[in-house]
């Protein structure tokens, strides 16, 4: 390509490239950081019960520098919240910040009236409570806002928490789960600071997308982690606006994929590098037995330094080597996977011009309907034209979908298992068995912030 990407006709380039953010690379300077796991206000056999806060708050992420930043229960990013499958969960909802906020539970299937969209904001001052009871599978998923036109905004700010459910199954597998000693989270975002180091959202953000040339692990700047030679668990979350990651190591070592976004795979999936869009999650398995040297460095794949691992020498010899083989007992039978296209959706365009289906955002508009616990097949398609030459990673609420082709074939190992989030390249058309096991008005969206914002979002109205 020339050195004057400005002039050069859009159909013939990656145009997502032009406006990304060069990311520099982890200086390994600051030990990681894990977000606390929050206290229950109450717990007992069957229900457990939060308070959640959306506040303003500083962070000194550079030494001597106070940054302003946002918050759940705290200054910057927000706590663990970590329930149960078949539990009652109660979560009283605070918004202490001085603007609308909601707050939205990313992937977890519970009434629309619950999950936060749009149509759920809290003004300042105001509070909510919410209930409902978790009946999915052990996942990781997450929480963060989603008031209209400002989701980018807040996010980009610190407002984003990870929501564990476990289950007797995730109890049960051989795999490590202790939080922060062998199962670590990993939340990825990249910012980019003004030069007093604050975080201005209105002077870097884009409309195809703010990125950083800062990355932020669970809300340091230049992260290391320092972990005993053991097998490690590590749970990422692509929190950041709108970069995708395809993370490796340096020494190309393999690892294994164990859950996607809506929990586990049916089996552990080897590989050397994951590639994770913007919302989504891959939790993998790392055995650090087989490092040899001190250090290992998670890299993207333009080598930059994410995450330099440093090895304790002490070796863990008890530890098994042992992988647990079946980790779950997902199903998609011939029958859905034959059943006839329900649903079209069409991505297209960039920067403002995003559009579903050639249309905007409504929120007095419903765009689809569908019937409680019946499985449809949706076709989503990311539109190839002079325009429509950017990823759109695809995100429904209240589903855990499952993928049944891409490009009329078989999806990869790693999107076998639950999903809630798809990113499709320009051209490329994915086939998903969608359902529903809750009711309500469910927003579904680019998770690209800033074309959520622009309105590349529509909803879907379940009974
Ligand atoms: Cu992460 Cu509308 O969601
Ligand atoms: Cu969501
Ligand atoms: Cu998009």
Redesign the pocket.
Known sequence: HSMNMKGMDHSSMDMSHESITELKSSLGKNELNFPKVLKPDHEDNNSISFTVRAQHGTSELFEGIETKTYGYNGDFLGPVIRVEKGKKVTIHLVNDLKEDTTF?W??LEVPGNEDG?PHKVLKPGESETINFTVKQDAATL?F?P?PMHE?GKQVFKGLAGLLYIDDKNSEKLDIPKTYGEDDFPIILQDKTFTDDKQLDYDKVMNEDGTTGDTLLINGGVDPKLTVDRKKVRLRILNGSNMRSYTLHFDNEMEFHQIASDGGFLNKPNRTKEIEIAP?ERAEILVDLTKVKGNVVTLVNEENTTILPIHLKESLDSSQTTNEAKTLNNLTLTDEIKNKKVKKTIKLAGMGEDVTINDKKFDANRIDFSQKQNETEVWEIENIKDSMGVMNHPF?I?GTQFQVISIDGKEPPDNLLGLKD?ISLKPGQKAKIAVKFTEKGVY?F?C?ILEH?DNGM?GQIKVD
């Open positions: 939205h990313h992937g969209g997450w963060h989603h989701t919302a995100h609420h989030t927003m969206h998770h959520e979002m």
